[in-house]
């Protein structure tokens, strides 16, 4: 069971817009930043999303996060066959000192 | 270019001991410090703690504290997960990745090392 609530699953056809939900609560996301991680097949996770919204260097404006509360979102626009793959939120707990990550997102491109 | 080359596969007994390494190049290593998270097959991704490379400050996850132990050699740029007596259960793929603060986000991460435990 992840402190960090996401669905376990998503799709999209290609050229549309997804969005991937992350619930948390006040000791994490509710207070802290939340950072968005892409892990193709096969490969170690990469940095996509810092700091709730921003895009690390070479990360295509496609992909966007926004906070809200105790829920952060990543939203993947112009959808494309390369982006399947699994999407893990994650944010500091000031509860547990620690780092949290959600279960992660399977996103399909159909 | 920054880099975080990890150590090769293991295959090990239960019982047995294990140490794993993480080499940073192309970049202050003592300026960042190194998270662990651990993967078990098919699953997602845990944190296991971080350690600061500049005074070698540990902090561990509640699920870790006591089964791991992490350290670096900073002579080489190089940080360390080890185990004195591994569990089936400790079957995964371990990453490294480099964070600047404490609670900052991993901007680069090793390939991963997988680790097998089975008798």
């Known amino acids: 069971q992840s402190v960090l609530t996401q669905p376990p699953s998503a799709s999209g056809t290609p050229g549309q817009r997804v969005s991937i939900s992350c619930s948390g609560s006040?000791?994490?996301?509710?207070?802290?930043?939340v950072n968005w991680y892409q892990q193709l097949p096969g490969t170690a996770p990469k940095l996509l999303i810092y700091?709730?919204?921003q895009r690390p260097s070479g990360v295509p404006d496609r992909f966007s996060g926004s906070k809200s509360g105790t829920s952060a979102s990543l939203a993947i626009s112009g959808l494309q066959s390369e982006d399947e793959a699994d999407y893990y939120c994650?944010?500091?707990?000031?509860?547990?000192?620690?780092?949290?990550f959600g279960g992660g997102t399977k996103l399909t491109v159909l | 270019e920054v880099q975080l080359v990890q150590s090769g596969a293991e295959v090990k007994k239960p019982g047995e001991s294990l140490r794993i390494s993480c080499k940073g190049s192309?970049?202050?290593?003592?300026?960042?410090?190194i998270s662990w998270v651990r993967q078990m097959p098919g699953k997602g991704l845990e944190w296991m703690g971080r350690?600061?490379?500049?005074?070698?400050?540990?902090s561990y996850s509640p699920s870790f504290q006591g089964h791991v132990t992490f350290s670096t050699d900073k002579s080489i740029s190089t940080a360390y997960l080890q185990w004195s007596s591994l569990k089936a259960s400790d079957t995964a793929i371990y990453f490294c990745?480099?964070?600047?603060?404490?609670?900052?986000?991993?901007?680069?991460w090793g390939q991963g090392t997988l680790v097998t435990v089975s008798s």
């Open positions: 990745a480099r964070h600047r603060t404490p609670s900052s986000w991993c901007d680069y």
């Open positions: 700091t709730n919204n």
């Open positions: 006040s000791s994490n996301v509710g207070s802290n930043a």
């Open positions: 350690i600061d490379l500049s005074d070698s400050y540990t």
């Open positions: 192309g970049y202050s290593f003592t300026s960042y410090w």
């Open positions: 994650a944010a500091w707990d000031d509860s547990v000192h620690g780092v949290v």
